[in-house]
């Protein structure tokens, strides 16, 4: 037997409970110290192993049966689907899930309870679960990192702030949500990359959550209301505060990019400076950013200017 393995990822360990609360399915077996062990995101239908056929089997894929899976197997000899049964749930699988709401027989549960194998249901369209289920393994396989700094959405845009410490980073976060911004993370932002794509949100213990020092800790939900938080953004840009030295780069004209996790992402540094507003700066790097992805770059403007000058000099 074959197994497919390219597509496999860290495993990560899941209860039962944490799967079925977050994927809306019903518990049909389960039992204290199972757990769930997924590598893969993709999902597999086993129904040619239902028909006897194991090569290329997916075993490592979470395996859903719909109503065509239930009505092969109910459509074999009895002693026929006890040994496909057995075969089945004798592999290294994650778990089962019955779609359409589909009630697993008390042949199947034995023999999921003799292999251990956890075995849900839900209610839900076979296609409509499983693409449900791949956006949620996407999310939990997905490869992340913690990035110390800030995430907000600014004008749309996903904004990381970066910076050494005590150079103003939670100060100015506060003062882009005191101007009708939102808050994704401050300090740690958890960094996932799904499908080449960068999404930052905050742990689950310090989110909605912002530190200023001689202020404390403030709960911006509660300060600025549900329109002052996010709690997933897409990163599009990272800005990062630096201290103010002569030797920054005053016309910005060159594009530099910052690498998370093997994605690119276009990169600013603001001089930091006493007296500077740093979130208006911010502000206008981030839209002054969209103009330039559609065509509008005010050095080109400026060298048009120039070069007009210079011909009507010459005229």
């Known amino acids: 037997m074959v197994n497919e393995t390219g597509e496999e990822r860290q495993a990560v360990m899941v209860e039962t409970s944490e799967f079925s609360k977050a994927n809306g399915v019903k518990v049909f077996y389960d039992e204290p110290g199972i757990k769930l062990d997924f590598k893969s995101v993709s999902v597999n239908r086993p129904g040619l192993v239902f028909a006897g056929f194991e090569e290329y089997f997916a075993e490592s894929r979470i395996q859903v049966c719909g109503s065509a899976e239930i009505a092969y197997l109910n459509s074999l000899p009895k002693e026929v689907r006890l040994k496909r049964l057995d075969t089945f749930f004798g592999k290294n699988i994650p778990c089962v899930v019955l779609t359409r709401g589909k009630t697993p027989d008390k042949d199947f549960l034995e023999i999921a309870k003799k292999h251990k194998r956890a075995v849900f249901g839900s209610e839900k369209p076979t296609s409509e679960f499983v693409n449900n289920l791949v956006h949620y393994l996407n999310d939990l396989l997905a490869e992340q990192t913690d990035v110390h700094g800030e995430l907000l959405d600014i004008a749309g845009i996903g904004v990381l702030i970066t ?99 093997g994605v690119d992402i276009p990169k600013i540094s603001i001089p930091v400076i006493a007296g500077r507003n740093l979130a208006i700066v911010i502000e206008a790097a981030t839209k002054s950013m969209c103009l330039k992805s559609l065509g509008k770059n005010p050095i080109d403007s400026l060298l048009g200017n120039m070069q007009n000058l210079n011909n009507r000099q010459l005229d």
């Open 163 to 261: 910076g050494e410490n005590g150079i103003g980073k939670s100060e100015t976060a506060l003062e882009l949500v005191h101007r009708g911004h939102m808050l994704v993370a401050d300090d740690r932002v958890v960094v996932k990359k799904i499908k080449n794509f960068l999404f930052g949100s905050a742990p689950r213990s310090i989110k909605n959550l912002l530190e200023v020092r001689g202020v404390g800790i403030i709960n911006v939900e509660d300060m600025y209301g549900i329109s002052g938080v996010l709690e997933e953004k897409q990163i599009g840009l990272n800005v990062e505060l630096v201290k103010w030295s002569d030797s920054v780069d005053r016309l910005c004209d060159k594009t530099v990019y910052t690498d998370i996790l």
